[in-house]
C-alpha cells in the first residue's frame, strides 16, 4: 500500500506481514512448506490405495497416451492437460500403482510450489496452515493421485494469483520480478487443465488488472490462458464444428448450462460421492458438512483482519477469484461433485489459516489458551469426519472398479480380446480394463452406428453392455446373453458360426 509517496515499511509482527516481507523468507520456512507437501504426499500413498483401479474419466484422459487400450471418445468438455501430465508414466507402462505413486510426488511438489508463490504476502505459518488445512479435505486426498484436472486447476489458481499479488507488488516496490512468469504459468496449467475453469479463476484478476492499469500482468495473464487453451480452441474446430459448437456440446453433456441452484447438491455429494448426478438424496448429517459453512465465516473475518491491518488487496483477492471460481459449479449445473470445488477450497484456505492465526495469537504476541483448545478441538472432529468420509469414498470407489477388472476378466474368458470393441452400458471403463474399443451410438459418448458395430463384429469380437435386466439394443437382441458382475454381455456370433457375413 501506499501513503502518500512513502511506501508502508514490514512491521515485524505477523499481522502486518507487508508485500516487502520476501526479504525475511528464511530456508526454515521453505522447510515447513516441504514438510507440508511431504505429509500430502505420503498421506495419499497411505490412506488412498495405489493400486486403486482407474476411474471412468482416468480412463479417458489416460488411454489417449496409455498403451492398455485404444483411446476412448474425447467428449467436448475435456482438456489434454491430463493426458500430457500422466504421458511420461502412461506411454510406456501400464501400472497403475506406478501411475499413483507418481501423480502422488507431483502434487506433492506441486503444492510446496503454489504455496511458495505466496512467500512475502503471508507469514510462513499462514502459509503452512493453508497448506494443511487444504491437503487434509478428503477430495484433495482423494483427487491428489487420480490423474483428474481439477486439483491441478487449483494449485494453477494458487500459483497465478500468489505471483499477481507479489508481481504488483513488484510495480510499487521493484521487488521479485520472476512473479509475472508465475502468473503466466499458473494461468497456463489452469487452462492446460479446464480452459473454461481458468477464465472463470481469473476474472477477478484481469478486471484488476484492467482497471489498475497493469497492463504487463494483464498481458501475463491473457498470454498462460492463450498457451493453456490454444490447443483446446483448434480441437474445437478440427472436431466439433467451431469454438461456439464445442461449448455448447460441453455445455449439454454438463445438462445445458443455466440457472441452477446446486448449492444443496454439494452438500449431499460431500458424504464421500465422487459424482452426485442426479443429486437427489438426503442431506448427510449436519457433522459431515458443518466445516462447509465455517469455512466461508472464517474466510470474512480474515478479510476483516487485513481491512483493520490495510493489507486488504491480498486478501481480497484470493477471496474474489475463490467466489469466481465456485460460481458455475454452485449456479449454473444441476448436478455436483466435489472435485469442482477444489480451486475454491485451495484459494479460501490462506484467508481461512490467516484467521486462526489471529484468532490464536493475541495482541501481545502470546497464545491464547482456551482459544487454542477450542481451535485444537474443531480441528480434531474435522480431521476426523475427513477421514471417514475418505475412507468410505475409497471403499466405494475400490469395490466399483474391481467389478470392471473382474467383468474384464470374465470377457477375456468368454472370448473377448483384443481387438475387440464393447458397446454400451459402462462401455468405456470395462472397454479399457479389456483392453477393447469403446463405442456408442447416442447420448454424450457417441462415436459410431448401428452399421460400424456390425460391421466391426465381422472381424473381432463385439459385446453390447447392458445393466442387469437391462433390455439390449436391438441389433444384439439375438446375440447370446452373459451375466458378468453387475453386468449383462450379449456378444455377438463370431465370424462364420452364425453371426454376421
Request: glycine content about 10%.
Amino acid at each position: 500500500m501506499v501513503h502518500g509517496t512513502k511506501p508502508m515499511l514490514v512491521s515485524t509482527g505477523w499481522r502486518d506481514a507487508s508485500l516487502g516481507a520476501n526479504r525475511s523468507w528464511r530456508s526454515g520456512d521453505d522447510g515447513l512448506l516441504a514438510a507440508v507437501a511431504g505429509l500430502f504426499t505420503l498421506s495419499q500413498l497411505l490412506l488412498v490405495r495405489p493400486s486403486m483401479g482407474l476411474g471412468w474419466d482416468e480412463v479417458v484422459y489416460v488411454s489417449q497416451v496409455g498403451t492398455e487400450a485404444p483411446a476412448a471418445f474425447f467428449s467436448a468438455p475435456r482438456a489434454r492437460g491430463v493426458s500430457l501430465l500422466v504421458w511420461p508414466i502412461a506411454s510406456w507402462s501400464s501400472s497403475t500403482t506406478l501411475l499413483r505413486v507418481f501423480l502422488a510426488v507431483l502434487s506433492g511438489l506441486g503444492l510446496f510450489l503454489a504455496l511458495r508463490a505466496w512467500r512475502g504476502l503471508f507469514p510462513a505459518r499462514v502459509l503452512a496452515g493453508a497448506g494443511a488445512f487444504f491437503a487434509t479435505l478428503w477430495m484433495t486426498l482423494f483427487y491428489g493421485s487420480q490423474a483428474m484436472p481439477n486439483l491441478w486447476v487449483a494449485l494453477g489458481a494458487l500459483l497465478c494469483v500468489g505471483c499477481f499479488l507479489r508481481a504488483r507488488a513488484d510495480r510499487l516496490y521493484r521487488l521479485d520480478r520472476r512473479a509475472l512468469w508465475g502468473v503466466l504459468a499458473g494461468a497456463t496449467l489452469m487452462a492446460w487443465m479446464r480452459p473454461t475453469d481458468a477464465v472463470w479463476v481469473t476474472l477477478p484478476l484481469l478486471a484488476l488488472a484492467l482497471v489498475a492499469q497493469h497492463w504487463r500482468l494483464g498481458a501475463a495473464l491473457v498470454a498462460g490462458l492463450v498457451a493453456g487453451g490454444v490447443e483446446w480452441v483448434i480441437e474445437a474446430y478440427l472436431s466439433f464444428g467451431g469454438l461456439r459448437e464445442r461449448l455448447n456440446a460441453a455445455s449439454r453433456i454438463q445438462g445445458d448450462l443455466g440457472w441452477n441452484l446446486a448449492v444443496d447438491d454439494q452438500l449431499r455429494s460431500l458424504v464421500g460421492s465422487t459424482l452426485c448426478r442426479p443429486c437427489n438424496g438426503e442431506l448427510p448429517h449436519p457433522v459431515v458438512f458443518a466445516w462447509w459453512f465455517v469455512l466461508p465465516l472464517l474466510a470474512v473475518y480474515g478479510l476483516a483482519i487485513a481491512v483493520r491491518g490495510v493489507r486488504t488487496t491480498r486478501t481480497l483477492l484470493p477471496l474474489a477469484c475463490a467466489a469466481t471460481a465456485a460460481f458455475p459449479y454452485l449456479f449454473l449445473i444441476g448436478y455436483a461433485a466435489p472435485r469442482f470445488l477444489l480451486p475454491a477450497y485451495a484459494l479460501l484456505a490462506i484467508p481461512v489459516a490467516d484467521a486462526l492465526l489471529h484468532l490464536l495469537i493475541a495482541p501481545s504476541g502470546r497464545c491464547r489458551p482456551a482459544v487454542a483448545a477450542v481451535i485444537a478441538l474443531g480441528l480434531a472432529g474435522h480431521l476426523a469426519v475427513q477421514y471417514a468420509v475418505l475412507h468410505r469414498a475409497v471403499d466405494r470407489t475400490t469395490a466399483g472398479r474391481h467389478a470392471w477388472a473382474r467383468s474384464a476378466a470374465e470377457l477375456h474368458r468368454l472370448g473377448v480380446r483384443p481387438p475387440c470393441l464393447l458397446t454400451g452400458h459402462e462401455a468405456i471403463p470395462v472397454g479399457y480394463y479389456t483392453g477393447c474399443s469403446s463405442g456408442a451410438i447416442r447420448g454424450h459418448n457417441a462415436n459410431t452406428t448401428t452399421a460400424d458395430i456390425l460391421r466391426t463384429a465381422r472381424s473381432v469380437p463385439v459385446g453390447a453392455l447392458t445393466p442387469p435386466g437391462g433390455k439390449p439394443p436391438r441389433y444384439a437382441r439375438d446375440w447370446k446373453l452373459h451375466r458378468l458382475d453387475g453386468l449383462d454381455v450379449r456378444i455377438a456370433p463370431a465370424p462364420g458360426a452364425g453371426g454376421p457375413a
